[in-house]
């Protein structure tokens, strides 16, 4: 995989509310919170993954942290730690990496992965969230379009999603797992 910008020197952002950077061991203990929160881990996208990510013990949380750093190494996805700013502690994490959108496409297709403690799972943080990430990841990974999750039930997801311009797939395209809304590059932010 040709690796880019992002996997050279792993930028930090800024939203509003939160900073987002590289994802470090240092933040294991923050995000055991997160992932043990059971109301949380309803939402988590882990399709395609070989875990549902959900970590009981600080030393499990260490090594999918650690296996998260790898894959960044290796140019497949960048996760990112999702900082309060108000307590300086990770409360969540988000993933994005791009793909051909078909074998031998030459169209990209952004896949994000949005990861919070149920606590910060409401529309204002996740479309604060989401707002930067778009502005930043449509041209540094030059994709044409943005998929990611949200099940029936994470109702402020679904309406941060909505407002920024997000429709469902529909069924009638062919996708192997269900729930996935998605925004053309071509939309305004």
Known sequence: MQKNALYENCPVYDTQRFRLRLVTEED???LLACYSDLEASRFFNSDNCICDFRFDTLSD????????LYEYGEG??????????????????????????????????????????????????????????MAIFYPLLGFGHLLTKA???????????????????????????????????????
Request: glycine share 4%; hydrophobic share 40%.
């Open 28 to 30: 294991a203990e923050d």
């Open 151 to 189: 099940i029936p039930e994470a109702e402020e997801r679904r309406q941060a999603l909505n407002e920024l311009g997000f429709v469902p797939i529909p069924d009638s395209i062919p996708m192997p797992y269900p729930h996935y809304f998605i925004r053309p590059s071509t939309l305004p932010a």
């Open 76 to 133: 497949h996805y960048a996760r990112f730690a999702i900082v309060d700013k108000l307590t300086a502690r990770a409360v969540g994490t988000l993933e994005i990496f791009a793909r051909e959108d078909r074998p031998g496409s030459a169209e990209r297709v952004g896949i994000l992965r949005l990861d919070l403690l149920s606590a910060f799972e409401r529309k204002e943080e996740i479309a604060d969230i989401l707002t930067t990430a």
């Open 61 to 68: 949380r260490q090594g999918c942290i650690r296996q998260w």
